[in-house]
Each structure stands twice: as structure tokens, then as C-alpha cells.
T-cell receptor
């Protein structure tokens, strides 16, 4: 069964550093998303991406965040200057329409 | 903003028992999805619902899209140990791409 692949599985970074989280969506999917989940809490929407541009974003997705599809297979989330409160699981997801998503296994980001 | 109220927050049951959980919202949703999340993993889609009143099964799981489009429930029959995990409802409104998630129901099963 096709999968959404995320790397790394765990990233530890110092406060103020830039991090890039990487995702390979399912190959024939057209919609791509990033969500985050702070430990013990619910999953929260960050951003959706379609046709090479951001189509929707939440208030969490401020100027410190950016997304990119640098080639035909990768989809990245960059956090420019990490804060302690950015520590969370970050999930990439993709879909082939406006219906059910497939989520990746996540990247656990720890900011120290 | 849109919120989904999911209940119960946690359930402790005996193996073999049936389970029921639900989500309600003050907003109308056009799609309801139910996900299961195991520790350290991403959410895995269990059932997707696209029409008000729709009742859909996936093995021992059954979910319904409420007729008012403001609620949904998930039932698990004859629970087994591998059903342990956190179950999330998620909804999407007309024209939106984001999913709004409930707070989750943590299911624990005593053998």
C-alpha cells in the first residue's frame, strides 16, 4: 500500500536554529499538508499546498514557517528560528482529492 | 474557530466488549473521518463519511454521519487487544482543505 514517508523520524535542535522536515507524499497525490501534534494533545492543521502554492494556512503557520516542493517528489516544512514551543510531532499528509488523507509516521521535533 | 468535541476522553473496557465514541460540533461538516493513532505513529484512516445519514462499516468498526451534519459516532464491536490506541474524529467543511480534529478517545482494553 502506498505510503507517505517522513524524514528524519526524530530531530533535536537548539533554540534559534533552522530545521527542515522532509516528506515524500504518495506519488499520484496532488494535495499536500503539514499538521502538528503537541505531546498529549490533538492534531492541528498548519498548511495545505496545491498546484505549487499554499492554498490554506492556520494562524500557527506564521512567518517562521515555510513550505516548498523543490522537485517532483519531496515536500518540505522549514522552521526558520525554532522556539521551545515548536517541540511537537509534525505530520505530513497527502491526498488525491478533497477526500481522505494519508498521513506519514511523523517527525518528532525536540527544541532544546 | 471550529471545534470538535469528542467523548469520552478515555475508556477502560474488557476484551470482547463493544465500544462507542462520538464527536459533536456547532458547525456543519461535509466530511467526517475517523482515525486511529498508535504511539509514535501517524493517524491511520479507519472510516470516511461523505453524506449526511451515511452508515459505513469496516470490519468490526461502524461509523455514522449524523443527519444534522454536526455529529458522528464510531462503534467497535467485540473489542480485541490490538484495538488499543487513540481514536480521533476529524471533520472538513465545504470548500475547506484542512481537517479539524477532535481531542481523541484513548481506549484501554483489559484482557
Amino acid at each position: 500500500e502506498p505510503e507517505v514517508t517522513q524524514t528524519p523520524s526524530h530531530q533535536v535542535t537548539q533554540m534559534g536554529q533552522e530545521v527542515i522536515l522532509r516528506c515524500v507524499p504518495i506519488s499520484n497525490h496532488l494535495y499536500f499538508y503539514w499538521y502538528r501534534q503537541i505531546l498529549g494533545q490533538k492534531v492541528e492543521f498548519l498548511v495545505s499546498f496545491y498546484n505549487n502554492e499554499i492554498s490554506e494556512k492556520s494562524e500557527i503557520f506564521d512567518d517562521q514557517f515555510s513550505v516548498e516542493r523543490p522537485d517532483g517528489s519531496n515536500f518540505t516544512l522549514k522552521i526558520r528560528s525554532t522556539k521551545l514551543e515548536d517541540s511537537a510531532m509534525y505530520f505530513c499528509a497527502s491526498s488525491d482529492s478533497n477526500y481522505g488523507y494519508t498521513f506519514g509516521s511523523g517527525t518528532r521535533l525536540t527544541v532544546v | 474557530g471550529q471545534q470538535l468535541n469528542q467523548s469520552p476522553q478515555s475508556m477502560f473496557i474488557q476484551e470482547g466488549e463493544d465500544v462507542s465514541m462520538n464527536c459533536t460540533s456547532s458547525s456543519i461538516f461535509n466530511t467526517w473521518l475517523w482515525y486511529k493513532q498508535d504511539p509514535g505513529e501517524g493517524p491511520v484512516l479507519l472510516i470516511a463519511l461523505y453524506k449526511a445519514g451515511e452508515l459505513t462499516s469496516n470490519g468490526r468498526l461502524t461509523a455514522q454521519f449524523g443527519i444534522t451534519r454536526k455529529d458522528s459516532f464510531l462503534n467497535i464491536s467485540a473489542s480485541i487487544p490490538s484495538d488499543v490506541g487513540i481514536y480521533f474524529c476529524a471533520g472538513r467543511t465545504q470548500g475547506a482543505q484542512k481537517l479539524v480534529f477532535g481531542q481523541g478517545t484513548r481506549l484501554t482494553i483489559n484482557p
